[in-house]
């Protein structure tokens, strides 16, 4: 039922044996480097290791390059469900989004240029993302309101004249501390009596290195600063920027957001889906290779139970998310609302079940460095929360399905 193309099926072989050969070997020694090379804090300073230009390099010369976008000429020409595969196998590496220029928010900017930029807007931001040239960074989350309820926002984009004028302050900036970062979606407050609540909010272009623009801080994901990517404070004071900037025109953020947001959900859901899988056989290796009380780990104290349930919900996660990537692909976004509420509250929760069931297996060893499992419950954490928590999406879920019964809640 949901089969992939023979070009989907063909590029998702080439990207498994270009993990196999190229980034797995050497994943542990480059997250140690990264950290070697990235104090905590001085994310001025912040540099990739040199094997992320050079495995970059190999990826794009061997065709495995903005996967994610649907375009045949821009991207790999893959249709959600072809790539849905793809972002499982990359997911069980955190390096492996990075080597293919398919790692949010990047993915996400480029297709959102790609749908609703302007041709200007295209050649100058989109192109050199594209290429890997630069990075980006997406702008939404504020610190002093509930950012469940996008409405909430106090960030302004105010009009005036041929400019746009950007006041406020934005966290969880996920990207900001990259070095290679030279613009920032910003979505904003464009205050219009005219306009309904959900068109009174835009998405404005803003380069890096603009006047007013300043990094406050780098925030720490559990502890660690996730250098050098990062995920960053910032303040917008008086930031001043040309009305073309605009993307889609002022009051269209909630429209564009949701175009960006439809085709993220289903990538970040199947690389939860690959990392969960990962976090399983790293599970089943250590609780059959080491013993206790004359048996393997993975005899004792229902251990064996704990790892058919992570099986039942991985498949079950996989299924739902599959079905979605093909409900949006032969019926549009729209009409895939449900499942794309669904799996976002589904697959980010079990991924972080099977890493704690992992992390408890492994005793000691799960909760440090050296293997990936933090960094894996770090992410189906944080993704319960990351483009709308968990009780956003079953509140959606739930009045979809009254909805359908021709009910409607109170406001």
């Not at 492996?96 to 480029?110: K, T």
């Not at 409405?151 to 004249?161: I, K, L």
């Not at 309904?196 to 909010?201: A, L, Y």
């Not at 060893?365 to 419950?377: A, E, R």
Request: with cysteine; net charge negative; proline share 5%.
């Amino acid at each position: 039922m949901f089969s992939a193309t023979a070009h989907g099926q063909a590029m998702y072989q080439q990207v498994k044996a270009f993990i196999e050969t190229h980034i797995e070997p050497i994943e542990a020694q480059f997250w140690q480097d990264c950290h070697e090379q990235n104090p905590d804090g001085h994310w001025e300073s912040w540099q990739w290791p040199k094997a992320y230009e050079t495995l970059r390099a190999k990826a794009r010369d061997a065709g495995l390059w903005n996967l994610f976008l649907p375009d045949e000429n821009l991207g790999a020409g893959l249709s959600v469900t072809d790539y849905a595969p793809i972002a499982e196998l990359t997911g069980r590496s955190v390096l492996a989004p990075y080597v293919f220029n398919c790692n949010a928010p990047d993915s996400g900017n480029m297709e959102l240029l790609w749908r609703y930029g302007s041709t200007e807007q295209q050649d100058k931001w989109l192109t050199p993302l594209l290429a890997g040239k630069t990075r980006s960074v997406f702008c939404m989350t504020e610190p002093d309101v509930a950012s469940s309820d996008a409405t909430n926002m106090q960030a302004t984009a105010v009009v005036d004249g041929d400019e746009v004028i950007i006041n406020g302050s934005k966290w969880w900036s996920s990207g900001l501390g990259d070095p290679a970062v030279d613009v920032l979606i910003v979505m904003a407050y464009t205050p219009d009596e005219s306009k309904d609540r959900h068109h009174q909010h835009s998405m404005v272009l803003v380069p890096a290195k603009t006047a007013g623009v300043k990094i406050e801080r780098m925030l720490k994901v559990f502890g660690d600063y996730d250098a050098p990517h990062g995920h960053g404070e910032v303040s917008f004071t008086d930031v001043r920027v040309p009305i073309e900037n605009f993307i889609g025109g002022p009051g269209m953020g909630f429209e564009i957001a949701q175009g960006r947001l439809g085709p993220g959900r289903i990538h970040h859901c199947m690389r939860c889906i690959g990392a969960a899988e990962k976090s399983l056989e790293l599970a089943i290796h250590r609780g059959m290779q080491r013993s206790a009380f004359g048996k393997p780990l993975l005899q004792l104290g229902g251990n064996l139970e704990r790892i058919s349930d992570a099986r039942v919900k991985i498949d079950q996660a996989r299924l739902l998310t599959l079905y979605a990537a093909q409900k949006m692909d032969s019926q549009g976004t729209k009409a895939a609302l449900t499942e794309i509420s669904a799996i976002k509250v589904v697959a980010p929760t079990v991924l972080q079940e099977v890493v704690d069931m992992a992390i408890q297996i492994h005793g000691g060893m799960g909760v440090c460095q050296d293997t990936m499992l933090p960094s894996f419950y770090a992410q189906a954490r944080a993704l319960r929360l990351a483009d709308g928590p968990d009780e956003v999406h079953k509140t959606m879920i739930a009045k979809l399905e009254l909805k359908r019964e021709g009910y409607r809640l109170k406001r």
